[in-house]
């Protein structure tokens, strides 16, 4: 199995930047891809950002878009995600997960370990 950590979360003021950082220990297979999710306040976890094994593919929710950048850091099986231009609608707890399907799946169901969550909360 596939054990995830991340770390990075916190408070930051609505403009401002945070880097999120997830890093798999245990087996981790050749074929695999990272991505990174996020749950709001009372609603469903949703897609942020997924980047293939070897880190050429990357997809993004159009909320995200030009502000998110999701990286790895292939010796390390490391995955980042750098949030910039923060605004209130980013506040979430921010999951990191790993999947089996090597070039970058979009859907929750595609991923088979996630992390225990950051949380991420914008002040005004």
């Known amino acids: 199995q596939v054990q995830l950590e991340e770390s990075g979360g916190g408070v930051v003021q609505t403009g401002g930047s945070l880097r999120l950082s997830c890093t798999a220990s245990?087996?981790?297979?050749?074929?695999?891809?990272m991505g990174w999710f996020r749950q709001a306040p009372g609603k469903e976890r949703e897609f942020v950002a997924t980047?293939?094994?070897?880190?050429?593919?990357?997809y993004y929710t159009d909320s995200v878009k030009g502000r998110f950048t999701i990286s790895r850091d292939i010796p390390k099986n490391a995955a980042y995600l750098q949030m910039n231009s923060l605004t209130p609608e980013d506040t979430a707890v921010y999951y990191c997960?790993?999947?089996?399907?090597?070039?970058?799946?979009?859907?929750?169901?595609?991923?088979?370990?996630w992390g225990q969550g950051t949380q991420v909360t914008l002040s005004s």
């Open positions: 980047i293939s094994l070897n880190g050429i593919i990357t």
């Open positions: 245990g087996r981790t297979p050749s074929a695999r891809s």
């Open positions: 997960a790993v999947s089996a399907v090597s070039l970058s799946p979009t859907a929750q169901a595609r991923y088979d370990y």
